[in-house]
């Protein structure tokens, strides 16, 4: 296994109404490319005391990723679909109702 010496370097972070330093790690260059990092990757990042691992996604993780994405906008698309559908049955009820007399409507023999 090949290495590589990086250090971690400190950047801000606004946060309750000021900035914080906080510790950020940057990786870059053609050989993240090489080892299966492409640019757009899907990533998970597994730590641990002292240890960080990183990899890209499976293609199992992926599309359960993908699932559970599409899950979610499927929900709150329905609950967008119900409260339009509790409104419009709101002003349904609101709406006055004037009515004709019935013999209007006799079929004709």
Do not use: C
């Not at 296994?1 to 900035?19: A, E, F, P, Q």
């Not at 339009?84 to 079929?107: F, G, I, T």
């Amino acid at each position: 296994m090949n290495t590589k010496n990086i250090k971690v370097v400190y950047t801000s972070r606004y946060s309750r109404g000021s900035y914080a330093p906080v510790p950020k790690v940057q990786m870059e260059g053609r050989w993240l490319e090489e080892l299966g990092f492409s640019i757009g990757a899907p990533l998970i990042v597994e730590y641990g005391e002292g240890s960080i691992h990183i990899r890209t996604l499976t293609a199992e993780e992926l599309a359960a990723k993908e699932q559970r994405e599409a899950r979610a906008e499927l929900e709150k698309k329905i609950a967008q679909l119900e409260k339009m559908k509790r409104r419009a049955e709101k002003e349904a009820a609101s709406l006055s109702m004037a009515a004709e007399p019935s013999d209007r409507y006799v079929a004709q023999q």
